[in-house]
């Protein structure tokens, strides 16, 4: 990639035509790919994965990802805790205390994004304005609107496009053009309903205070079925700690109010990482065992539950 003389990517003018990779499986990835979209509008989008493998390449920034040894970059974003740091950057903004990356991303481009930002803040601590929706409300908290739209995508051209719609359109936009997308993710979300009463009367039945699922292979890290399982049951009081295991990996959470486990902690074990109540890694159902004598050593009572043949 042929350098600009300028080193900084916030000191480039706004028709430079920047490399940048985020992450694609989350609000906050999106987030970052839509606020460099609009500092550089002929910016080019690259997608990547936080559980890590496969990204490679020479960037003017990376964000929201972990910087891997085979990447190389001008300046990278993130606010994970236990994120690899194996790459070469030119400058590093990594603040672990940040509620997300792409509020460090504005900040770093210049921009009052102050709307997006939030949005971003919102989804990735889980501190939605208004619960789930399970269908199109206006009163619902828009950063629903961005998170079912990006759950449902496939692809990193739709990711693009997402990210094209909410740069230059607004919300408004990203809802008109991707409005099949969000009702796919929210008639997922009810059909998960059924699946939490069902549960949430085993773990009464078992007398369990946490929750390892197993999801069929459409699922992702933290997506709408799983999510909304574990996030339901932390309302209701059901749960403490939660592990998902999916295709590719592992998601690992806490309820926030619940001190004896961290999820960063566990992941960095198994080659991931993320946040106290967040974290993932690479790891399949193979260490399952190993993930419920995690939970048992902090005195929970881990319930297993296969869901690979529903859905």
């Known amino acids: 990639m042929k350098r600009e003389a300028i080193t900084s990517p916030r000191m480039l003018p706004k028709e430079a035509r920047v490399k940048a990779l985020t992450d694609i499986e989350d609000v906050d990835g999106l987030v970052c790919a839509a606020l460099i979209l609009r500092r550089f509008p002929n910016a080019i989008i690259e997608t990547g994965s936080a559980k890590g493998g496969g990204m490679k390449g020479e960037y003017d920034i990376i964000v929201d990802l972990p910087l891997e040894k085979s990447l190389e970059t001008r300046a990278w974003i993130d606010h994970h805790l236990a994120q690899v740091q194996e790459g070469k950057s030119e400058e590093k903004v990594y603040d672990p205390t940040a509620k997300s990356a792409a509020g460090l991303l504005a900040k770093y481009l210049g921009l ?9 803040d919102r989804a990735d601590s889980v501190s939605y304005l208004t619960n789930a929706p399970l269908g199109f409300e206006e009163s619902n908290d828009p950063a629903w609107d961005v998170n079912d739209a990006v759950k449902a995508i496939s692809s990193s051209e739709q ?6 719609a909410l740069a230059f359109e607004g919300l408004d936009g990203l809802r008109r053009k991707f409005e099949a997308e969000i009702s796919h993710t929210r008639g997922l979300r009810r059909k998960a309903e059924g699946v939490v009463q069902i549960i949430s009367k085993k773990v009464d039945d078992q007398g369990s205070d ?30 403490k700690a939660s592990t998902v295991f999916y295709e590719g990996g592992c998601w690992i959470n806490v309820r926030r109010d619940f001190g004896g486990l961290d999820a960063a902690e566990i992941a960095k074990r198994y080659g991931g990482g993320g946040h106290r109540v967040s974290a993932g890694a690479p790891i399949g159902p193979n260490k399952l065992e190993n993930i419920k004598l995690e939970f048992e050593r902090a005195g929970l009572k881990p319930m297993v539950v296969d869901l690979r043949k529903q859905f």
């Open 112 to 120: 009052e994004e102050r709307e997006l930002a939030e949005i971003a």
């Open 159 to 164: 990711f693009v496009e997402l990210a094209k």
């Open 210 to 239: 946490s929750l390892i699922l197993l999801m069929p292979r459409f699922e992702r890290r933290g997506s709408t079925v799983s999510a909304h399982i574990v996030f339901s049951l932390y309302r209701m009081g059901k749960i």
